[in-house]
């Protein structure tokens, strides 16, 4: 039987922090698994979009996944994201979860492949992964269709999961919620938690945002289970403009605010989307609307 046995609710992305000599900051990405323990996030994933998977090596992602799960001890689920440049490169970090003791694994087709191969990746995948699968279905990356992944979880029953991401979001959990009723433990969202309370109300019982503001948006998937919708809106309102400016820079700035980061650097540069003074003015502006709503990690000065 899995450690949880069914995974949902406000599941933390950790982008992934860099030292000076662009090694990943294992110190860093360790207190950021805590802090979302800390915090009241239900879940932590780890690297996927967020976190940059396309820029890491493969024996530093797997190093630091051992890494991640003896920070979290068992406190959270934790999600390994498999997403990679092959399809044999994503069943070996598969491979890698397995022997690790990963709570699940993520992957969404390798860019520029199709729905058969992504299809195919899955069944390798629980090949070789004893636990439950997420399928991550985005934009871009050979997602598939409502009638396709129910397809999919009929011939791979380890598939419990799915992280929808094809905009319109809400639209599309609508789909896979029609198309496959109650074959799924949970359906997640993304896109930051900007349609949050749209997408939970179209069948979503979770979403995978980054973490930097996990702590609040987890309080308005708690309010809203609890039925006090209202109050879910009011604070999804407060919110809503700082996850508009949701950015790599933002995130890890967001983050060292916060003292749970001590880096910013960057493996590759954020060109336009990097901060500047008027964007941090800005930003200090709108995190007062929602300062009393912190679980811990108070803001710290710019």
């Keep these: 039987m899995p450690r949880f046995e069914h995974m949902k609710g406000l599941f ?16 860093d990405l360790r207190a950021a698994a805590d802090f979302c323990c800390r915090s009241g996030q239900h879940g932590i994933v780890w690297p996927v979009m967020v976190g940059e998977f396309y820029f890491l090596g493969e024996e530093e992602r797997i190093r630091n996944l ?3 799960l003896e920070e979290v001890n068992g406190r959270l689920p934790v999600v390994f994201g ?32 199709n729905q058969a191969v992504a299809v195919g990746m899955y069944r390798r ?35 419990e999961y799915i992280k929808e991401e094809r905009q319109p979001g809400p639209k599309h959990i609508a789909e896979v919620q029609a198309a496959l009723g109650g074959r799924l433990k949970a359906i997640f969202s993304g896109a930051a938690g900007k349609f949050l309370l749209d997408d939970m109300r179209r069948g979503a019982q979770g979403c995978m945002p980054a973490c930097e503001l996990g702590d609040v948006l987890a ?33 890890r700035y967001i983050l060292k605010r916060r003292g749970v980061f001590t880096s910013l650097v960057e493996r590759a540069p954020s060109g336009v989307v990097a901060l500047d003074a008027a964007d941090k003015r800005e930003i200090s502006k709108l995190l007062e609307a929602i300062a009393d709503q912190l679980n811990g990690y108070p803001f710290g000065p710019e």
């Excluded at 598939?144 to 598939?159: F, M, N």
């Excluded at 289970?225 to 809503?240: D, F, I, Q, T, Y």
Aim: hydrophobic share 45%; charged share 20%.
């Design 12 to 27: 933390g992305l950790l982008p992934t922090p860099y030292t000076e000599d662009l090694e990943i900051h294992t110190v």
């Design 66 to 68: 051992d890494a991640v």
């Design 82 to 113: 498999c997403s990679g440049i092959s399809v044999p490169q994503v069943v070996q970090y598969a491979r890698a979860a397995e022997r690790a003791g990963a709570d699940s694994i993520i992957a969404m087709a390798p860019s520029r492949t």
């Design 125 to 159: 995948m629980a090949e070789v992964y004893s636990g439950p699968i997420m399928v991550q279905n985005a934009d871009g990356y050979a997602p598939l269709k409502g009638d396709q992944l129910a397809k999919l979880v009929e011939e791979v029953p380890s598939i």
């Design 219 to 251: 309080r308005i998937t708690e309010l809203w289970w609890a039925g006090k919708e209202e109050e879910a809106r009011a604070l999804h309102r407060r919110v809503l403009p700082l996850l508009l400016l949701e950015t790599h820079p933002f995130m």
